[in-house]
Protein backbone atom coordinates (compact mmCIF):
# COMPACT_ATOMS: atom_id res chain seq x y z
CA UNK A 1 0.00 0.00 0.00
CA UNK A 2 1.11 3.38 -0.56
CA UNK A 3 2.03 5.76 2.36
CA UNK A 4 -0.19 8.38 0.60
CA UNK A 5 -3.07 6.39 1.37
CA UNK A 6 -3.12 5.77 4.82
CA UNK A 7 -2.03 9.33 5.51
CA UNK A 8 -5.42 10.16 3.43
CA UNK A 9 -7.40 8.06 5.59
CA UNK A 10 -5.42 9.03 8.68
CA UNK A 11 -6.75 12.90 8.17
CA UNK A 12 -10.11 12.07 7.30
CA UNK A 13 -10.45 9.93 10.00
CA UNK A 14 -8.98 12.97 12.66
CA UNK A 15 -11.71 15.03 10.84
CA UNK A 16 -14.32 12.37 11.55
CA UNK A 17 -16.53 12.85 14.83
CA UNK A 18 -19.00 9.92 14.40
CA UNK A 19 -17.24 6.61 16.07
CA UNK A 20 -18.83 4.59 12.52
CA UNK A 21 -17.68 7.22 10.52
CA UNK A 22 -14.23 6.24 11.87
CA UNK A 23 -14.93 2.84 11.76
CA UNK A 24 -15.97 2.65 8.39
CA UNK A 25 -12.91 4.82 7.06
CA UNK A 26 -10.36 2.41 8.78
CA UNK A 27 -12.29 -0.50 7.56
CA UNK A 28 -12.27 0.55 3.78
CA UNK A 29 -8.65 0.75 4.41
CA UNK A 30 -7.86 -2.75 5.67
CA UNK A 31 -10.07 -3.95 2.90
CA UNK A 32 -7.61 -2.33 0.26
CA UNK A 33 -3.79 -3.02 1.88
CA UNK A 34 -2.46 -6.18 1.42
CA UNK A 35 -2.88 -8.74 4.76
CA UNK A 36 1.15 -8.36 5.61
CA UNK A 37 0.99 -5.07 5.33
CA UNK A 38 -1.50 -4.76 8.53
CA UNK A 39 1.34 -5.00 11.17
CA UNK A 40 2.96 -1.94 9.31
CA UNK A 41 -0.72 -0.09 8.97
CA UNK A 42 -1.48 -0.87 12.56
CA UNK A 43 1.76 0.51 14.11
CA UNK A 44 1.61 3.60 11.89
CA UNK A 45 -2.24 4.03 13.01
CA UNK A 46 -1.65 4.11 16.62
CA UNK A 47 1.39 5.86 16.41
CA UNK A 48 3.77 3.49 17.44
CA UNK A 49 5.67 1.59 15.12
CA UNK A 50 6.14 -2.13 15.18
CA UNK A 51 9.79 -1.60 16.03
CA UNK A 52 8.74 0.62 19.11
CA UNK A 53 11.01 3.59 19.44
CA UNK A 54 13.57 4.71 16.68
CA UNK A 55 15.91 6.38 18.76
CA UNK A 56 15.41 10.03 16.78
CA UNK A 57 14.76 12.89 18.50
CA UNK A 58 12.71 15.89 17.49
CA UNK A 59 16.30 17.50 16.39
CA UNK A 60 16.95 15.29 13.57
CA UNK A 61 13.19 15.28 12.41
CA UNK A 62 13.08 18.75 12.76
CA UNK A 63 16.32 19.22 10.15
CA UNK A 64 14.67 16.12 7.78
CA UNK A 65 11.88 18.52 7.35
CA UNK A 66 14.25 20.76 5.58
CA UNK A 67 14.65 18.51 2.92
CA UNK A 68 12.09 19.68 -0.38
CA UNK A 69 9.23 17.41 -0.69
CA UNK A 70 8.53 15.42 -3.40
CA UNK A 71 6.12 16.33 -6.19
CA UNK A 72 4.32 13.22 -6.27
CA UNK A 73 4.12 10.28 -4.08
CA UNK A 74 6.18 7.22 -4.52
CA UNK A 75 6.47 5.78 -0.84
CA UNK A 76 4.73 2.46 -0.10
CA UNK A 77 4.36 1.38 3.61
CA UNK A 78 7.23 -1.24 3.33
CA UNK A 79 10.23 1.33 2.55
CA UNK A 80 8.98 3.31 5.87
CA UNK A 81 8.82 0.64 7.14
CA UNK A 82 12.67 -0.56 5.93
CA UNK A 83 14.33 2.55 7.10
CA UNK A 84 12.41 1.87 10.92
CA UNK A 85 14.01 -1.18 10.96
CA UNK A 86 17.16 0.03 10.36
CA UNK A 87 17.24 3.59 12.68
CA UNK A 88 17.75 1.45 16.16
CA UNK A 89 20.51 -0.72 14.84
CA UNK A 90 22.80 2.46 13.90
CA UNK A 91 25.32 2.26 16.88
CA UNK A 92 29.10 3.66 17.22
CA UNK A 93 31.03 5.98 15.37
CA UNK A 94 29.40 8.35 13.00
CA UNK A 95 26.37 7.02 13.98
CA UNK A 96 24.61 10.65 14.02
CA UNK A 97 25.59 10.84 10.32
CA UNK A 98 24.18 7.80 9.32
CA UNK A 99 20.57 8.37 11.15
CA UNK A 100 20.64 11.54 9.78
CA UNK A 101 20.78 10.11 6.07
CA UNK A 102 18.55 7.56 6.24
CA UNK A 103 16.37 10.42 7.32
CA UNK A 104 16.82 12.82 4.77
CA UNK A 105 16.51 10.35 1.96
CA UNK A 106 13.20 9.18 3.80
CA UNK A 107 11.85 12.51 3.53
CA UNK A 108 12.88 13.89 0.16
CA UNK A 109 10.54 10.85 -1.65
CA UNK A 110 8.06 12.40 0.97
CA UNK A 111 5.30 14.75 -0.02
CA UNK A 112 4.45 17.59 2.22
CA UNK A 113 1.66 15.92 4.31
CA UNK A 114 3.68 12.49 4.35
CA UNK A 115 6.61 14.51 5.88
CA UNK A 116 4.03 16.04 8.58
CA UNK A 117 2.81 12.46 8.89
CA UNK A 118 5.94 10.68 8.94
CA UNK A 119 7.36 13.33 11.51
CA UNK A 120 4.67 13.22 14.07
CA UNK A 121 4.96 9.37 13.80
CA UNK A 122 8.68 9.28 14.78
CA UNK A 123 8.16 11.97 18.02
CA UNK A 124 4.68 9.87 18.88
CA UNK A 125 2.68 13.07 18.02
CA UNK A 126 0.11 10.68 15.51
CA UNK A 127 -3.13 11.81 17.48
CA UNK A 128 -5.91 11.14 14.98
CA UNK A 129 -8.43 9.41 17.24
CA UNK A 130 -7.73 5.54 15.60
CA UNK A 131 -7.75 4.33 19.16
CA UNK A 132 -7.47 0.60 19.39
CA UNK A 133 -10.53 -0.12 20.19
CA UNK A 134 -11.54 1.29 16.61
CA UNK A 135 -9.10 -0.55 14.94
CA UNK A 136 -10.62 -3.60 15.85
CA UNK A 137 -13.89 -2.95 15.29
CA UNK A 138 -12.64 -1.70 11.74
CA UNK A 139 -10.30 -5.09 11.33
CA UNK A 140 -13.37 -7.09 12.40
CA UNK A 141 -15.88 -5.24 9.70
CA UNK A 142 -12.79 -5.39 7.15
CA UNK A 143 -12.52 -9.05 7.62
CA UNK A 144 -15.70 -10.36 8.17
CA UNK A 145 -14.66 -11.74 11.81
CA UNK A 146 -17.14 -11.13 14.65
CA UNK A 147 -15.74 -8.48 17.02
CA UNK A 148 -15.53 -10.38 19.78
CA UNK A 149 -13.45 -13.12 18.19
CA UNK A 150 -11.12 -10.25 17.38
CA UNK A 151 -10.88 -8.49 20.69
CA UNK A 152 -9.81 -11.64 22.29
CA UNK A 153 -7.43 -12.70 19.49
CA UNK A 154 -5.91 -9.52 20.42
CA UNK A 155 -5.37 -10.20 24.13
CA UNK A 156 -4.24 -13.69 23.54
CA UNK A 157 -1.26 -12.64 21.10
CA UNK A 158 -0.66 -9.15 22.72
CA UNK A 159 -0.24 -7.32 19.16
CA UNK A 160 -3.00 -6.22 17.31
CA UNK A 161 -1.15 -5.98 13.74
CA UNK A 162 -0.40 -9.75 13.66
CA UNK A 163 -4.52 -10.58 14.47
CA UNK A 164 -4.94 -8.31 11.97
CA UNK A 165 -2.95 -9.28 9.46
CA UNK A 166 -4.29 -13.50 10.45
CA UNK A 167 -7.91 -11.86 10.26
CA UNK A 168 -7.55 -10.53 7.19
CA UNK A 169 -5.74 -13.25 5.32
CA UNK A 170 -7.40 -16.54 6.60
CA UNK A 171 -10.84 -14.59 8.50
CA UNK A 172 -11.97 -16.79 12.05
CA UNK A 173 -9.48 -19.29 11.34
CA UNK A 174 -6.63 -17.43 11.27
CA UNK A 175 -7.53 -16.29 15.06
CA UNK A 176 -7.77 -19.74 16.07
CA UNK A 177 -4.10 -19.84 16.77
CA UNK A 178 -4.28 -17.44 19.32
CA UNK A 179 -5.12 -19.17 22.41
CA UNK A 180 -3.92 -19.06 26.00
CA UNK A 181 -0.44 -20.81 25.50
CA UNK A 182 2.75 -21.03 27.38
CA UNK A 183 5.41 -18.74 26.87
CA UNK A 184 2.71 -16.59 25.23
CA UNK A 185 2.45 -13.91 27.24
CA UNK A 186 -1.18 -12.22 27.05
CA UNK A 187 -2.60 -8.82 28.40
CA UNK A 188 -3.13 -8.72 31.98
CA UNK A 189 -6.68 -8.16 33.71
CA UNK A 190 -7.25 -4.15 34.80
CA UNK A 191 -8.89 -2.75 37.42
CA UNK A 192 -11.29 0.36 37.80
CA UNK A 193 -11.03 2.81 40.50
CA UNK A 194 -13.67 3.42 43.56
CA UNK A 195 -13.15 6.06 45.71
CA UNK A 196 -14.52 3.97 48.83
CA UNK A 197 -14.77 0.03 49.88
CA UNK A 198 -18.62 0.73 50.32
CA UNK A 199 -19.07 1.98 47.24
CA UNK A 200 -16.79 -0.74 45.44
CA UNK A 201 -19.30 -3.17 47.84
CA UNK A 202 -22.46 -1.51 47.14
CA UNK A 203 -23.99 -5.09 45.34
CA UNK A 204 -23.92 -6.41 48.77
CA UNK A 205 -22.82 -9.57 47.67
CA UNK A 206 -20.15 -11.57 49.05
CA UNK A 207 -16.71 -10.97 46.68
CA UNK A 208 -12.55 -11.38 47.32
CA UNK A 209 -10.46 -8.34 49.20
CA UNK A 210 -7.03 -8.38 48.49
CA UNK A 211 -4.32 -6.64 49.48
CA UNK A 212 -3.37 -3.86 46.62
CA UNK A 213 0.58 -4.37 46.57
CA UNK A 214 2.76 -1.23 45.35
CA UNK A 215 4.33 -3.65 43.11
CA UNK A 216 5.38 -4.71 39.29
CA UNK A 217 2.59 -6.41 37.63
CA UNK A 218 4.08 -9.70 36.89
CA UNK A 219 2.87 -13.43 34.75
CA UNK A 220 4.79 -16.44 35.12
CA UNK A 221 4.87 -19.02 32.68
CA UNK A 222 6.38 -22.79 33.63
CA UNK A 223 6.62 -25.46 31.33
CA UNK A 224 8.55 -28.41 33.63
CA UNK A 225 12.24 -26.92 34.79
CA UNK A 226 11.70 -23.50 31.62
CA UNK A 227 10.01 -20.52 33.90
CA UNK A 228 9.80 -17.04 32.18
CA UNK A 229 8.52 -13.97 33.44
CA UNK A 230 6.79 -11.33 32.33
CA UNK A 231 5.91 -7.75 32.87
CA UNK A 232 2.50 -5.89 32.43
CA UNK A 233 3.65 -4.87 28.86
CA UNK A 234 4.50 -8.28 28.16
CA UNK A 235 8.55 -7.71 28.17
CA UNK A 236 10.70 -10.40 29.03
CA UNK A 237 12.42 -9.74 32.32
CA UNK A 238 13.13 -13.32 33.31
CA UNK A 239 17.09 -12.37 34.11
CA UNK A 240 16.40 -9.76 36.51
CA UNK A 241 13.87 -11.80 38.76
CA UNK A 242 16.14 -15.13 39.64
CA UNK A 243 14.39 -15.30 43.06
CA UNK A 244 10.85 -16.11 41.16
CA UNK A 245 12.47 -18.04 38.79
CA UNK A 246 13.57 -20.06 41.65
CA UNK A 247 10.77 -20.00 43.39
CA UNK A 248 8.25 -21.51 40.65
CA UNK A 249 10.78 -23.73 39.64
CA UNK A 250 9.64 -25.39 43.74
CA UNK A 251 6.25 -25.42 42.71
CA UNK A 252 4.57 -29.49 42.49
CA UNK A 253 2.75 -28.04 39.23
CA UNK A 254 4.77 -28.66 35.78
CA UNK A 255 2.36 -26.30 33.83
CA UNK A 256 1.68 -23.32 35.38
CA UNK A 257 0.74 -19.54 34.22
CA UNK A 258 0.31 -17.66 37.26
CA UNK A 259 -0.08 -13.61 37.77
CA UNK A 260 0.80 -11.54 40.75
CA UNK A 261 3.20 -8.99 41.63
CA UNK A 262 7.05 -8.86 42.60
CA UNK A 263 7.72 -6.56 45.78
CA UNK A 264 10.45 -5.45 47.83
CA UNK A 265 10.05 -6.08 51.25
CA UNK A 266 12.12 -4.80 54.45
CA UNK A 267 12.71 -7.36 56.95
CA UNK A 268 9.95 -6.52 59.00
CA UNK A 269 7.56 -7.37 55.81
CA UNK A 270 7.13 -3.74 54.84
CA UNK A 271 7.71 -2.37 51.10
CA UNK A 272 10.04 -0.67 49.99
CA UNK A 273 9.18 2.60 47.67
CA UNK A 274 7.47 1.41 43.98
CA UNK A 275 11.11 3.08 42.58
CA UNK A 276 12.97 0.59 44.50
CA UNK A 277 11.17 -2.69 43.28
CA UNK A 278 11.88 -1.26 39.50
CA UNK A 279 14.98 -0.86 40.29
CA UNK A 280 15.42 -4.16 40.03
CA UNK A 281 15.11 -4.39 36.22
CA UNK A 282 17.52 -1.15 35.72
CA UNK A 283 19.95 -2.83 33.20
CA UNK A 284 22.58 -0.53 35.06
CA UNK A 285 22.80 -1.78 38.33
CA UNK A 286 24.89 -4.50 39.95
CA UNK A 287 22.36 -7.14 39.52
CA UNK A 288 24.04 -9.60 42.26
CA UNK A 289 24.07 -6.24 44.73
CA UNK A 290 20.73 -5.48 44.29
CA UNK A 291 19.41 -8.85 44.82
CA UNK A 292 21.30 -8.72 48.10
CA UNK A 293 20.25 -5.61 48.99
CA UNK A 294 16.48 -5.37 47.74
CA UNK A 295 15.22 -9.36 47.52
CA UNK A 296 12.00 -9.60 45.82
CA UNK A 297 8.90 -11.57 47.55
CA UNK A 298 6.78 -12.47 44.45
CA UNK A 299 3.20 -12.51 45.46
CA UNK A 300 0.06 -14.26 43.49
CA UNK A 301 -3.03 -13.49 43.36
CA UNK A 302 -4.77 -15.54 40.16
CA UNK A 303 -3.61 -18.62 37.87
CA UNK A 304 -4.95 -18.77 34.22
CA UNK A 305 -3.47 -22.14 33.70
CA UNK A 306 -2.79 -25.14 35.57
CA UNK A 307 -1.24 -28.95 33.97
CA UNK A 308 -2.28 -28.39 30.41
CA UNK A 309 -5.97 -26.71 31.85
CA UNK A 310 -6.87 -23.10 30.51
CA UNK A 311 -9.19 -22.17 33.31
CA UNK A 312 -8.97 -18.24 32.51
CA UNK A 313 -12.61 -18.17 31.94
CA UNK A 314 -13.63 -19.99 34.64
CA UNK A 315 -15.16 -17.53 37.58
CA UNK A 316 -12.75 -16.09 39.82
CA UNK A 317 -13.89 -18.84 42.68
CA UNK A 318 -12.78 -21.55 40.93
CA UNK A 319 -9.37 -20.04 39.85
CA UNK A 320 -8.90 -19.35 43.59
CA UNK A 321 -9.52 -22.79 44.41
CA UNK A 322 -7.20 -23.86 42.12
CA UNK A 323 -4.44 -21.19 43.28
CA UNK A 324 -5.01 -22.08 47.13
CA UNK A 325 -4.48 -25.69 46.34
CA UNK A 326 -1.23 -24.71 44.38
CA UNK A 327 0.50 -22.28 46.03
CA UNK A 328 1.42 -22.07 50.15
CA UNK A 329 0.55 -19.22 51.78
CA UNK A 330 3.95 -17.08 51.71
CA UNK A 331 3.34 -16.81 47.96
CA UNK A 332 -0.53 -15.54 47.55
CA UNK A 333 -1.79 -12.16 48.66
CA UNK A 334 -3.40 -11.71 51.92
CA UNK A 335 -6.87 -12.48 50.98
CA UNK A 336 -10.77 -12.54 52.60
CA UNK A 337 -14.14 -13.55 51.09
CA UNK A 338 -16.94 -11.33 52.75
CA UNK A 339 -20.14 -9.54 51.57
CA UNK A 340 -19.81 -7.27 55.79
CA UNK A 341 -18.80 -4.19 55.22
CA UNK A 342 -17.41 -3.76 58.63
CA UNK A 343 -15.20 -6.60 58.01
CA UNK A 344 -14.00 -5.53 54.98
CA UNK A 345 -13.15 -2.22 56.21
CA UNK A 346 -10.99 -4.07 58.94
CA UNK A 347 -8.99 -5.53 56.24
CA UNK A 348 -8.62 -2.38 54.44
CA UNK A 349 -6.88 -0.66 57.91
CA UNK A 350 -5.09 -3.90 58.36
CA UNK A 351 -3.54 -3.61 54.39
CA UNK A 352 -2.80 0.17 55.63
CA UNK A 353 -1.31 -0.29 58.56
CA UNK A 354 1.37 -2.61 56.97
CA UNK A 355 2.50 0.09 54.61
CA UNK A 356 0.22 -1.27 51.31
CA UNK A 357 -1.97 0.84 49.45
CA UNK A 358 -5.23 -0.17 49.56
CA UNK A 359 -7.02 -2.79 48.70
CA UNK A 360 -8.66 -4.48 45.87
CA UNK A 361 -12.29 -5.38 45.42
CA UNK A 362 -13.17 -8.53 42.89
CA UNK A 363 -15.88 -10.12 41.59
CA UNK A 364 -16.07 -13.84 42.38
CA UNK A 365 -18.27 -15.04 39.44
CA UNK A 366 -16.23 -12.88 37.14
CA UNK A 367 -13.69 -14.54 33.94
CA UNK A 368 -10.09 -13.04 33.56
CA UNK A 369 -10.76 -10.73 30.72
CA UNK A 370 -7.30 -10.22 29.79
CA UNK A 371 -6.43 -6.58 28.53
CA UNK A 372 -9.77 -5.04 29.96
CA UNK A 373 -10.84 -2.99 32.68
CA UNK A 374 -13.75 -2.83 33.88
CA UNK A 375 -15.70 -2.90 37.26
CA UNK A 376 -15.17 -6.98 37.85
CA UNK A 377 -12.10 -5.62 39.81
CA UNK A 378 -12.14 -2.26 41.48
CA UNK A 379 -8.69 -0.71 43.57
CA UNK A 380 -9.29 1.18 46.38
CA UNK A 381 -5.87 3.00 47.27
CA UNK A 382 -4.95 5.94 50.02
CA UNK A 383 -4.42 8.30 49.79
CA UNK A 384 -6.22 8.90 46.28
CA UNK A 385 -4.06 9.01 43.33
CA UNK A 386 -3.80 8.98 39.85
CA UNK A 387 -1.95 7.58 36.91
CA UNK A 388 -1.57 10.88 34.37
CA UNK A 389 1.16 11.70 31.89
CA UNK A 390 3.18 14.47 31.74
CA UNK A 391 2.68 16.65 28.87
CA UNK A 392 5.39 19.58 29.69
CA UNK A 393 7.92 20.76 32.58
CA UNK A 394 9.59 23.75 33.75
CA UNK A 395 13.14 25.01 34.36
CA UNK A 396 13.42 25.08 38.18
CA UNK A 397 14.69 28.50 40.45
CA UNK A 398 16.41 28.61 43.74
CA UNK A 399 17.70 25.60 44.63
CA UNK A 400 16.20 23.92 41.49
CA UNK A 401 18.06 25.78 39.27
CA UNK A 402 19.31 23.58 36.12
CA UNK A 403 17.02 20.71 36.62
CA UNK A 404 13.51 20.64 35.09
CA UNK A 405 10.87 20.52 37.73
CA UNK A 406 7.35 21.91 38.11
CA UNK A 407 5.56 18.82 35.71
CA UNK A 408 2.24 19.56 33.63
CA UNK A 409 0.32 16.74 34.17
CA UNK A 410 -2.15 15.39 31.72
CA UNK A 411 -4.96 12.58 31.73
CA UNK A 412 -6.28 10.94 28.84
CA UNK A 413 -9.06 12.01 26.73
CA UNK A 414 -10.39 8.12 25.36
CA UNK A 415 -12.09 10.53 22.63
CA UNK A 416 -9.82 11.59 21.22
CA UNK A 417 -6.37 9.95 21.78
CA UNK A 418 -4.94 12.72 23.12
CA UNK A 419 -4.10 14.30 26.88
CA UNK A 420 -6.07 17.04 29.18
CA UNK A 421 -4.17 19.47 31.51
CA UNK A 422 -5.22 19.06 35.04
CA UNK A 423 -2.62 21.27 35.89
CA UNK A 424 0.75 21.37 37.35
CA UNK A 425 3.22 20.16 40.68
CA UNK A 426 6.81 20.02 41.68
CA UNK A 427 5.92 18.84 45.15
CA UNK A 428 7.52 15.24 46.49
CA UNK A 429 10.50 15.11 44.24
CA UNK A 430 13.64 13.89 45.71
CA UNK A 431 17.07 15.28 44.19
CA UNK A 432 17.21 11.59 42.43
CA UNK A 433 13.98 12.62 40.86
CA UNK A 434 14.80 16.21 39.75
CA UNK A 435 18.08 14.50 38.10
CA UNK A 436 16.31 11.44 36.42
CA UNK A 437 13.30 13.66 35.27
CA UNK A 438 15.36 16.34 33.70
CA UNK A 439 17.54 13.49 31.46
CA UNK A 440 14.31 11.65 30.76
CA UNK A 441 12.66 14.96 29.56
CA UNK A 442 15.07 16.40 27.67
CA UNK A 443 15.76 13.05 25.53
CA UNK A 444 11.63 13.54 24.72
CA UNK A 445 11.67 17.23 24.21
CA UNK A 446 9.01 18.50 21.51
CA UNK A 447 9.36 21.89 21.42
CA UNK A 448 10.12 24.83 23.95
CA UNK A 449 8.36 27.95 24.93
CA UNK A 450 10.25 30.27 27.18
CA UNK A 451 11.00 28.36 30.39
CA UNK A 452 8.60 25.51 29.64
CA UNK A 453 9.85 22.13 27.51
CA UNK A 454 7.23 20.43 25.96
CA UNK A 455 7.88 16.79 25.66
CA UNK A 456 6.30 13.56 24.15
CA UNK A 457 3.45 12.58 26.35
CA UNK A 458 5.10 9.36 27.31
CA UNK A 459 6.02 9.45 30.73
CA UNK A 460 3.43 8.21 33.55
CA UNK A 461 3.80 9.55 37.17
CA UNK A 462 1.58 8.74 39.69
CA UNK A 463 0.31 11.41 41.97
CA UNK A 464 -0.98 11.31 45.23
CA UNK A 465 -4.26 14.73 45.58
CA UNK A 466 -6.54 15.53 48.59
CA UNK A 467 -9.40 15.75 45.83
CA UNK A 468 -10.58 17.41 42.49
CA UNK A 469 -12.64 20.73 42.49
CA UNK A 470 -13.80 22.10 39.57
CA UNK A 471 -11.69 24.74 37.81
CA UNK A 472 -11.96 26.88 35.06
CA UNK A 473 -8.06 27.67 34.50
CA UNK A 474 -7.38 24.06 32.88
CA UNK A 475 -8.94 22.94 29.46
CA UNK A 476 -11.06 19.84 31.78
CA UNK A 477 -12.77 21.98 33.97
CA UNK A 478 -11.37 20.54 36.82
CA UNK A 479 -7.86 20.40 38.97
CA UNK A 480 -6.15 17.91 41.65
CA UNK A 481 -6.02 20.34 44.84
CA UNK A 482 -2.71 19.08 46.55
CA UNK A 483 -1.04 17.24 44.10
CA UNK A 484 2.76 15.85 44.79
CA UNK A 485 4.40 13.09 43.05
CA UNK A 486 4.79 9.53 44.78
CA UNK A 487 6.46 8.31 42.01
CA UNK A 488 7.37 7.22 38.42
CA UNK A 489 5.67 4.67 36.48
CA UNK A 490 8.24 3.11 33.94
CA UNK A 491 6.04 0.09 33.81
CA UNK A 492 3.07 2.02 32.36
CA UNK A 493 2.79 3.00 28.77
CA UNK A 494 0.45 6.40 28.38
CA UNK A 495 -2.28 4.75 27.17
CA UNK A 496 -2.44 2.98 30.42
CA UNK A 497 -2.84 6.57 32.35
CA UNK A 498 -6.24 7.39 34.02
CA UNK A 499 -8.77 9.35 31.77
CA UNK A 500 -10.15 12.71 32.13
CA UNK A 501 -13.80 11.03 33.39
CA UNK A 502 -11.88 8.79 35.91
CA UNK A 503 -10.61 12.16 37.53
CA UNK A 504 -14.37 13.93 37.18
CA UNK A 505 -15.39 11.10 39.11
CA UNK A 506 -13.65 12.30 42.14
CA UNK A 507 -15.35 15.54 42.30
CA UNK A 508 -17.24 15.60 45.03
CA UNK A 509 -21.47 15.78 45.05
CA UNK A 510 -22.43 19.23 43.71
Same mark, same amino acid.
Given at each position: ???????????????????????????????????????????????????? +???????????????? %???????????????????????????????? +?????????????????????????? &????????????????????????? +????????????????? *???????????? @??????????????????? !???? /????????????????????????????? /???????????????????????????????????????????????????????? @?? &??????? =???????????????????????????????? =???????????????????? /???????????????????? !???????????? @??????????????? *???????? *????????? %?????????????????????????? @???????????????????????????????? %??????????? !?????????? /? =??? =??????????????
Amino acid at each position: MMLEELVNVSSAVAATSGRLDKIAKLADLFRSLSPDDAPIAIGFLTGWPRQG +RTGVGWAAVARAHECP %PATSASLDLRDVDQVFEKLPSIRGKNSTAERT +RLLNELFSRATTDEQHFLGNLIVGEV &RQGALEGLLLEAIAKASGVPSDKVR +RAAMMAGDLGVVAQAAL *SEGEAGLAQYQL @QLFRPIQPMLADSAPTVAE !AMSD /NVSVALEWKLDGARIQVHRLGDRVAVYTR /NLNDVTDAVPEVVETVRKLPSRELILDGEVIALSPEGRPHSFQTTMKRFTKRVDAD @QM &RADFPLN =AIFFDVLLHDGESIMDEPLSTRLEHLDSLLPE =ALRVPRIVTANLEEAAQFQA /NALSRGHEGVMVKSLIAPYA !AGRRGSAWLKVK @QPRTLDLVVLAVEWG *SGRRKGWL *SNIHLGARD %PKTGGFVMLGKTFKGMTDEILKWQTE @QFLAREVRREGHIVHVRPELVVEIAFNEVQVS %PHYPGGVALRF !ARVKGYRPDK /N =ASE =ADTIDAVRGFLPPS
